[in-house]
């Protein structure tokens, strides 16, 4: 009887260290085409084979991005993600991108409004942001 007790005392006590601890933050999940606009996705990114890319004439209709693994597409940057840094819905990225004329390191700070919708920050200027929605293409 002494070895049951002591069996049922240790499952019930793993199972209120499980309860007790707290639920971490779950990473922000960034894949995808986003735009500045959500009901111009389609005018922005289009669909080539199984890649979406950039539309001819996307820069008439807002701005965008494409994220996919640690990379970040826009109309005229390729960036790759060097670091990333969760701290609740926020997100500080830096990131090394290349134009076709210079490289750099480009701070990104996003606000995750849903997991459809965030926010790019400019602490550079104050009260500056950006909203941006996840395209379904």
Avoid: H
């Avoid at 960034?30 to 009901?39: E, F, M, N, P, V």
């Avoid at 669909?47 to 539309?55: E, I």
């Avoid at 819905?89 to 459809?116: H, Q």
């Amino acid at each position: 009887m002494a070895r049951t007790y002591g069996f049922s005392s240790t499952v019930l006590m793993l199972l209120c260290l499980g309860v007790m601890q707290p639920v971490g933050a779950r990473a922000i999940e960034l894949t995808g085409a986003w735009a500045s606009q959500a009901d111009l996705c389609k005018l922005v990114f289009e669909k080539k084979g199984n890649q979406t890319v950039f539309a001819a004439l996307s820069d008439l209709y807002g701005s965008g991005f494409i994220i996919s693994g640690d990379q970040i597409r826009g109309k005229s940057a390729q960036c790759r993600i060097k670091s990333r840094k969760q701290q609740g819905d926020s997100l500080e990225l830096l990131a090394a991108c290349a134009t076709g004329v210079m490289t750099s390191n480009v701070p990104f700070s996003l606000k995750v409004i849903d997991d459809n919708t965030l926010s790019r920050l400019f602490p550079e200027i104050d009260g500056m942001t950006v909203r941006y929605s996840r395209c379904a293409l």
